[in-house]
Structures are given as structure tokens and as C-alpha cells.
């Protein structure tokens, strides 16, 4: 039997690979399937467990008050280091490009356990942008055995890198998994306001990178999309960082077609997309998850990992400056048939089979 540990511990990772730790559950004749959290974000991350129905073998509940990353990643080193040697699995599962995956992958690598790398390829060639992200991959990049690569695009970013042709696998994304498994099932999403007869416009930003100036820079932007529209509703569930929420609230609370709400559960934010008629983000999962549900997608940064949907139309990149997001938001209000152009593109990241196909992979490989 092959024994497959899969460490994670945010909120993306959990979502991306649920369907991947399900379907290994579909086969427990085949794989032992073995689950492990550090709880990088503790209560976001409990949230999409519950939805999913898996509860983790081993919880090291490392999530401390302020913590930095050199502090988170330290501490994360010798937990899962300890726990490497206790179930030596045969193969160690990370997704994306969290502090979680680069130490999860760097501790594997100090005991010689194969790394399946689930979202492998994503680049933006700037170390800083976003940070930490894009160091964080490629570090898993260069300690990974089995390179899930969501798209083609990823693929050739890979084999440019001089990666094995033979361990690079196209498979989809597993986001598109998890999200038509949620679409399905109904979801109560208890707001207090509602939007009939507007257009709802949908908010998330919370990236590093963005902190300070360019923060309020959009945050402004979206009082004066507005001010200008009355027939707009916007609605920000807020990140819980400090560094997001002060400026949140200082420069957009008080608005009445403003709603600055909690953190939804990934299942009732997941709904609230499909009911939206635009999304403003900052958020990679969102870039992916949106062309899926056929809803246009103005993404607030100045780079982007995930070419293929800009390349595709369902996305633009419109950076944090104020003037440009309400122009380019403007523009998909106000013009059908530009609207019509990115709702209309369809997804470049999958059919839904990811995580079958990775299961298969690694069914073969192993």
C-alpha cells in the first residue's frame, strides 16, 4: 500500500487539495491516506475541513498571534521534520506556493521523500511579487518529484527550467474540482443587506505587496465606483490582517452600497461568486475559480502567475492604481458587449477530473 502524507495549512491549500485527498479515499485498498495541517491559518483552514469532511491525522497547530515567516518557517521545519521520520511516507503532497509547501517539500527533500508538487509551474519572474509567494514555488519547484502542472502554459514554464519532461503531468487544476463539488450543493449565505435589482460587485484584497499606499489606492477606487454607480452594491468580506482592515474601514466603512463583511466560509464566498456580476481581486485561486462560473474578473495587482486567463479574456490586470480599476470596472458596466467578451471565454483551467488524474499518476508512479 502506498502511504501518501499531504501537508498543508491555509485556506487555498485546503480547498485545492480536498479533491485530491478525497479521491485517494475512493481507494483505500491502494493508498494510505494520511493527512497533516500546520494551521498556518487556523480558523480560515478549519472552515473548508468541515465542508470537505476531513478531519487531519496530525494537527501541529503551529498558527501563533504576530508570527513572522522566518518564525513561522522555523518552527514548521522541525514539526514536520519529526513527523517525516514517524510515518515516512512514500510520498509528500504540497500544494502551491505557501510557507507550509516550501517547508513541508524542504523537509521531505532532508529525508529523501519524493514531493508531489499539485499547481507546479506557476511563475511571475519577480522574487518580490508576490512575495513570498513566488519564492516559496520555485523552492518547491527544484525539490519535487511529481510536477502537477494545472496547464499546459505551467508545463513549458517547467521544462524551461530544465525539469524532467517525464515528471511534469498536465492535469487541470483541482480548484475547478472543488468548486463544481460546491456549486451543487445548496448553501445558505445569511447576509444582512441585500441587492436586488443592482449589480453586485465583489471585493477581495489582501496581498503583502500592496500594503500602504497602493491599498488605499484601490480601497478608493471602490468608494468611487460607488459614488459613481447607483446601481452597484459592493461587497468586501475583509481579510483579517491588520495591515488590510485599517485601511478598509477607514477609507470605505459608513458607504450604504458598501458592505464590509467577516471572512465567509469558503462554500458560502464560492456561491456568492456565482450570484455576482463582477469581481475585483488580488486573489490567485479567484482568477482560476471565476472564468469557471463565467464571471468577468478585474485582477488588482501588477502581475500575475496565471497568464492563461488573462490570455483567454476572462481576467485583466488593472494593478492598484485608482483612476485605472474604476475606468477598466467602468468600462464592463457600462459596455455589453465587452461584458459579454470575458463572460464568455470559458475556462482555461480544467474540466473537474484533476484530482483523478493525479490519483492515477501517482497510482502508476509510486
Not at 512514500?90 to 516550501?102: C, I, K, N, P, Y
Not at 496565471?306 to 485583466?316: F, I, K, N, Y
Amino acid at each position: 500500500m502506498k502511504r501518501v502524507l499531504s501537508v498543508f495549512g491555509t485556506r487555498p491549500e485546503a480547498i485545492k487539495l480536498a479533491p485530491v485527498i478525497l479521491e485517494l479515499r475512493k481507494r483505500p485498498g491502494e493508498f494510505e491516506n494520511i493527512v497533516c495541517v500546520t494551521a498556518q491559518h487556523r480558523q480560515m483552514l478549519d472552515q473548508v475541513l468541515d465542508w470537505f469532511a476531513i478531519s487531519p491525522d496530525h494537527d501541529l497547530n503551529l498558527m501563533q498571534p504576530n508570527q513572522t515567516l522566518a518564525d513561522f518557517a522555523g518552527r514548521a521545519l522541525l514539526a514536520i521534520g519529526g513527523l517525516l521520520e514517524e510515518v515516512r511516507p512514500d510520498v509528500v503532497l504540497v500544494q502551491g506556493d505557501t510557507s507550509t509547501a516550501m517547508i513541508a517539500a524542504l523537509g521531505a527533500f532532508y529525508r529523501r521523500a519524493p514531493v508531489g508538487h499539485v499547481e507546479a509551474g506557476l511563475r511571475t519572474r519577480d522574487r518580490y511579487n508576490p512575495f513570498p509567494e513566488e519564492i516559496n514555488r520555485r523552492i518547491v519547484g527544484a525539490l519535487t518529484s511529481y510536477h502537477f502542472a494545472p496547464t499546459e502554459r505551467a508545463a513549458e514554464t517547467l521544462r524551461g527550467e530544465q525539469v524532467p519532461g517525464e515528471s511534469i503531468f498536465v492535469t487541470g487544476n483541482t480548484v475547478v474540482d472543488a468548486l463544481l463539488m460546491t456549486i451543487k450543493r445548496p448553501v445558505r449565505l445569511d447576509l444582512d443587506f441585500s441587492w436586488e435589482g443592482r449589480r453586485l460587485v465583489l471585493v477581495t484584497a489582501h496581498r503583502r505587496e500592496s500594503f500602504g499606499a497602493p491599498f488605499e489606492s484601490l480601497c478608493r477606487a471602490l468608494r468611487d465606483l460607488a459614488d459613481r454607480n447607483a446601481d452597484v452594491e459592493i461587497v468586501y468580506p475583509v481579510h483579517l490582517n491588520p495591515n488590510v482592515r485599517e485601511p478598509v474601514m477607514r477609507i470605505l466603512a459608513g458607504h450604504q452600497r458598501i458592505h464590509l463583511i467577516e471572512p465567509l466560509r469558503y462554500e458560502q464566498f464560492s456561491h456568492l461568486m456565482s450570484r455576482s456580476y463582477l469581481i475585483l481581486t488580488d486573489s490567485g485561486g479567484i482568477q482560476e475559480e471565476a472564468p469557471v462560473l463565467g464571471k468577468p474578473t478585474l485582477v488588482m495587482r501588477e502581475t500575475t502567475e496565471r497568464p492563461e486567463a488573462v490570455e483567454a479574456g476572462t481576467a485583466r490586470l488593472v494593478g492598484t492604481d485608482r483612476t485605472r480599476i474604476v475606468t477598466e470596472a467602468e468600462r464592463l458596466l457600462n459596455d455589453d458587449s465587452a461584458y459579454a467578451a470575458m463572460a464568455q471565454a470559458g475556462s482555461p483551467f480544467g474540466d473537474g477530473h484533476a484530482a483523478e488524474r493525479i490519483a492515477a499518476i501517482l497510482s502508476e508512479r509510486l
